[in-house]
């Protein structure tokens, strides 16, 4: 059972200044939620009820995002506002969140072992908000978690990209065990077009086995400096305990422009379907 979800959310949203000069871009909106919520949404339909959220210095609006806010509730109680706050009341009372901060930024890597004591020794999920990820049927996490079941080891959701694009990913490459399922042999982090070994991204989307924190531990500083999750995972690729999966569904980069635009049309002009 993968009981705890991991959000690293201490990354400063650069590419949405000025509007995350204050408030963090994991609350940015599409259409009335924050796209944290999404992902814990995502993270709760795949059984998981503990968040554990990597924060960072002004991100306390994500805290009292997952609390009550007596004032506000007291103030829409019994009009037809009320309903606005159903889904968010549903999750504050049916997950635990914990918190801790990164006080340096030193990679995805880094803040995943960040989040260390908050995870323990057990499986669990990492969710990177700023992907949106949306589909009919089960979640992607939902889809990960019953790969997981069956391989027991790290799990990455892939997507193919333009092969112009692997310098924005980690990339892989493998064997193809069952359609769309890889054990993976090479994991590069950002590599250029000419370098990578294959044109599948993992995109935010990960299941790791609690070794992946001493392997951490140990990871020197790669691409831009940074301690990459996709180095330790690629130590976990050596012994084939990495499996990459072509989700179903479809992907926002919600940490581009261009992708929070499109998610957000396209979210809008669902919600009118329903
Ligand atoms: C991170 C990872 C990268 C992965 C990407 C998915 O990069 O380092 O391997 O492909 O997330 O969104 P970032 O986008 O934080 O630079």
Redesign the pocket.
């Known amino acids: 059972m993968i009981k705890k979800c991991l959000f690293p959310a201490a990354?400063y949203g650069t590419r949405f200044l000025p509007a995350t000069k204050a408030m963090p871009k994991e609350m940015l909106p599409i259409l009335t939620k924050p796209l944290i919520q999404y992902g814990v949404e995502e993270a709760m339909a795949a059984g998981m009820s503990t968040m554990a959220i990597v924060t960072g210095r002004g991100k306390r609006a994500i805290e009292d995002h997952f609390d009550v806010s007596y004032e506000l509730e007291h103030q829409i109680q019994g009009t037809d506002k009320e309903k606005m706050l159903a889904d968010i009341r549903d999750i504050i009372d049916s997950c635990t969140f914990s918190y801790t901060r990164q006080t340096e930024m030193r990679?995805?890597g880094h803040a995943i072992l960040t989040g260390e004591l908050l995870i323990g020794n057990e499986p669990f999920a990492v969710i990177?908000a700023?992907?949106l990820c949306v589909n009919d049927g089960a979640g992607v996490l939902e889809q990960m978690v019953k790969l997981y079941n069956e391989h027991q080891c790290s799990i990455v959701a892939i997507e193919e990209i333009d092969p112009s694009q692997t310098n924005?990913?980690?990339?892989i490459a493998g064997s193809e065990i069952a359609e769309g399922i890889y054990r993976v042999t090479t994991m590069v982090?950002?590599p250029s077009p000419a370098d990578a070994p294959s044109n599948l991204?993992?995109?935010?989307r990960y299941i790791l086995t609690p070794d992946i924190f001493d392997i951490l531990r140990e990871t020197a500083p790669g691409k831009g400096g940074e301690i990459?999750?996709?180095d330790a995972l690629m130590e976990q690729a050596k012994m084939g305990k990495v499996i990459a999966y072509k989700f179903r569904g479809k992907r926002y980069?919600c940490?581009s422009i261009d992708g929070y635009v499109q998610a957000t049309v396209e979210l809008y002009e669902k919600s009118k379907v329903k």
Do not use: S
Request: avoid cysteine; proline fraction near 0%; aromatic fraction near 4%.
């Open positions: 990354g990679g995805l990177l700023d992907d924005k990913y980690g990339v982090e950002k991204a993992i995109i935010g990459q999750i996709t980069d940490g």
